[in-house]
């Protein structure tokens, strides 16, 4: 009996002196025990939904059970305000949209700071749009355009998918970085713009490539650039906006964030896994198909992103006085 005590004492003790960092890593090895909860910002299904859903069916072999919930409503504030407020262990996540980096600068009384408030997990990918015009616009190059739209200021209608979307400030800080005046038309999403753009009741939109593509191969919309930095595989002709207005980059995008406060073990093992499926092509064939293009990193690289991005729509909504 004494040595069964004292044996007890000794590995009470021994227990005892391991570090805390040690117990913890001990405890985040064991993550998940429990259904994990990614909350989508928008209604069943659309693109970002299509995507909450590869992800949770990747990850569930691998963590275990992860349930998609749309959380739609207040463009995406909603969801991303229950994520903040939830507990920061890692069972309550957000598919992060690029709204997360333009809603600080659209609405005044929001009751949360994404930058502060959020913990980077792992980008996704980005969603290049293209600049899209009538036909009987005369201007065939981004340059023809911009002369265009100087001649014909404030005569010229953009059609966008909304106050403040992407779409929308895309258009807008080609406008700032152009020198040019053009009427923001919003409609109830880009699906409701095209017919009226078709028809030449709206001259220019700025739009999600896939969507765009049928009538640009159909010869019913000509195509002048793309959003993002370099061309895009799909489009290899057309030029980038950035190749005439040096450091134009627009483009939507998607990833995984989390409370502040989780543990730092549990977003790493999420980074990892996400990053995973990101290498995975099967997973990347998937992306291609939505007009999306990958975008992998650390949680540091997305933190570093999402700042960038907040700061850059700030200046743009500054400039354009656009309100929710």
Not at 14 to 22: N, Q
Not at 54 to 72: Q, Y
Not at 237 to 255: K, N, Q, R, S, T
Not at 265 to 291: Q, S, T, Y
Request: with cysteine; charged share 15%.
């Amino acid at each position: 009996m004494e040595f069964s005590r004292r044996h007890f004492i000794q590995m009470a003790a021994a227990l005892a002196a391991i570090p805390a960092s040690t117990q913890h890593v001990a405890a985040a090895d064991v993550y998940p025990s429990r259904p994990i909860h990614l909350i989508v910002q928008v209604p069943a299904g659309g693109s970002p939904d299509i995507i909450g859903r590869l992800f949770a069916d990747w990850l569930s072999p691998r963590l275990g059970t992860v349930i998609v919930e749309n959380k739609a409503g207040a463009s995406g504030n909603l969801a991303t305000e229950l994520v903040l407020r939830a507990a920061p262990d890692g069972y309550t996540l957000l598919l992060a949209m690029s709204s997360n980096a333009i809603n600080p600068a659209l609405y005044d009384n929001l009751n949360f700071n994404f930058l502060r408030e959020a913990a980077p997990v792992a980008s996704i990918a980005t969603i290049p749009l293209v600049m899209v015009v009538n036909p009987a616009v005369p201007a065939k190059t981004i340059p023809e355009f911009i002369t265009y739209a100087k001649a014909n200021a404030g005569q010229i209608n953009m059609a966008t998918s909304g106050v403040g979307t992407p779409l929308h400030v895309a258009g807008e800080l080609f406008k700032m970085m152009a020198g040019v005046n053009m009427i923001a038309v919003a409609y109830r999403g880009e699906a409701s713009a095209f017919p009226d753009l078709l028809s030449g009741r709206m001259q220019v939109m700025f739009s999600v490539m896939p969507s765009s593509l049928p009538y640009i191969r159909a010869g019913k919309l000509r195509v002048l650039g793309v959003t993002t930095v370099k061309r895009q595989e799909v489009l290899p002709d057309v030029p980038a906006i950035a190749e005439f207005l040096p450091g134009y980059d627009a483009a939507g995008w998607y990833g995984i964030a989390a409370p502040k406060g989780t543990p730092a073990d549990i977003v790493n093992k999420l980074n990892g896994e996400i990053n995973a499926a990101l290498a995975d092509p099967a997973m990347r064939k998937r992306l291609d198909d939505l007009g999306c293009a990958v975008f992998s990193g650390t949680p540091d690289d997305f933190g570093t992103f999402i700042a960038k991005e907040t700061a850059k729509w700030a200046q743009v909504v500054k400039f354009a006085g656009i309100k929710a």
